[in-house]
C-alpha cells in the first residue's frame, strides 16, 4: 500500500473505498510494510502542484481500480502516489507486470516510486 504525506498530520491514500485523507500513523498501522520517501523536487512549486493534485483525487471523491486497468478515473495505490509525482514534474517508470501466467500489463510497482526519491525509511 502506499500514499501520500501533505502534511505533519495529513496523507492522501486510495484504499476500496475511494480516495481519502488519513493521518500518517493510521496509515502505518494498517501496513504490513513501508517506506518514507523523499522527492527529487526540482521546484517549491512543483511540490504545491502535487500536493493540489493530491486534494484534486480527494476532492473528486476517485475511486479504487481493482483492475489495474487504462481507466483515468480510477487509480490504485501506487498509480496515485505516481500520478502525485507527475504533477510535481517527476517522471515513474512503468514496469511490465505479468499477470495469471499469461497476461502482461503495465503497472507502477514500488521500486517504481523508489527510484524517483531519496529512501528515508524502510519498515519491512
Given at each position: 500500500h502506499s500514499g501520500v504525506v501533505k502534511d505533519h498530520t495529513t496523507m492522501v491514500h486510495i484504499t476500496?473505498?475511494?480516495?481519502?485523507?488519513?493521518?500518517?500513523?493510521?496509515?502505518m498501522m494498517h501496513s504490513d510494510k513501508f517506506a518514507i520517501l523523499r522527492p527529487h523536487w526540482k521546484s517549491p512549486q512543483d511540490l504545491k502542484n502535487a500536493i493540489a493534485q493530491a486534494?484534486?483525487?480527494?476532492?473528486?471523491?476517485?475511486?479504487?481500480?481493482?483492475?489495474?486497468?487504462?481507466?483515468?478515473?480510477?487509480?490504485?495505490?501506487?498509480?496515485?502516489c505516481a500520478r502525485f509525482l507527475e504533477a510535481g514534474n517527476i517522471n515513474v517508470k512503468l514496469s511490465k507486470v505479468r499477470m495469471f501466467l499469461f497476461i502482461t500489463m503495465h503497472a507502477y510497482l514500488p521500486k517504481n516510486l523508489e527510484e524517483t526519491s531519496d529512501i528515508k525509511y524502510k519498515f519491512e
Open positions: 476500496g473505498t475511494g480516495c481519502d485523507y488519513i493521518h500518517p500513523l493510521d496509515f486534494d484534486k483525487f480527494v476532492a473528486d471523491h476517485v475511486k479504487y481500480d481493482f483492475f489495474f486497468g487504462e481507466d483515468a478515473t480510477r487509480l490504485y495505490c501506487h498509480e496515485l
